[in-house]
């Protein structure tokens, strides 16, 4: 059995203090890879605290997971921007590598930004307050394909005719190809694969 940890009361005007560690405490048990064992008791457990307390910071589980999300899409949109005077060809290669890459390396927060942890839609059938956030989520990340494979238009290194439905193609394609080398790893996976993925979707010249 887990001992709880123990917390210090926070000082007036700590209390931003205490919502970031609420937040920390649910990425740190969504991390420890069982998604069923993130609840709020156990956010409170992990976080030191009571569970009534979350209350004043939080209204509900979902409002959690949403930050959980959202600090995990700011950290795959930093880590896809490229810089912008790069071959914008190369730069969305280089873009869809370090996708699959942060896939890879943070399965357990990408499970959550793709639903297979949290459902965002029904998180904001429960709390309509929620709607305008998850609207706008993982809009970021998307944006940086959007604007690359716009820019390879532009130059004439795509033959896209529209860069939003070929960006989307893209994206779906690279998280297929993500979670499909999860679920079958001894598939014999061709190398590169998504070398070809990102030249046929985005319609490479």
């Not at 921007?81 to 399965?107: C, G, K, N």
């Not at 307050?129 to 970021?140: E, P, R």
């Not at 529209?162 to 893209?170: E, H, N, Q, Y």
């Amino acid at each position: 059995m887990t001992t709880p940890r123990t917390r210090a009361r926070n000082k007036r005007g700590e209390g931003a203090q205490l919502r970031e560690e609420i937040v920390s405490a649910a990425g740190k048990l969504l991390d420890g890879g069982d998604p069923q064992s993130v609840t709020l008791r156990a956010v409170a457990r992990e976080a030191g605290i009571s569970a009534p307390s979350i209350y004043a910071h939080f209204p509900d589980l979902d409002s959690i997971l949403l930050v959980v999300s959202q600090r995990a899409f700011a950290a795959l949109e930093q880590e896809l921007t490229r810089p912008d005077d790069a071959d914008p060809a190369a730069r969305l290669r280089a873009i869809s590598a370090a996708y699959l890459a942060f896939a890879e390396r943070q399965p357990h927060r990408y499970a959550l930004m793709f639903g297979a942890v949290w459902d965002a839609s029904q998180a904001r059938d429960r709390a309509p307050a929620l709607a305008d956030d998850l609207a706008v989520l993982g809009m970021g990340a998307f944006d940086v394909f959007h604007r690359t494979l716009t820019e390879c238009v532009a130059k004439g290194l795509s033959t896209s005719a529209d860069p939003f439905a070929d960006a989307t193609a893209l994206w779906v394609g690279l998280h297929g190809y993500a979670q499909l080398q999860v679920a079958t790893p001894l598939f014999p996976w061709p190398p590169h694969l998504w070398d070809s993925l990102v030249d046929r979707l985005a319609l490479l010249a």
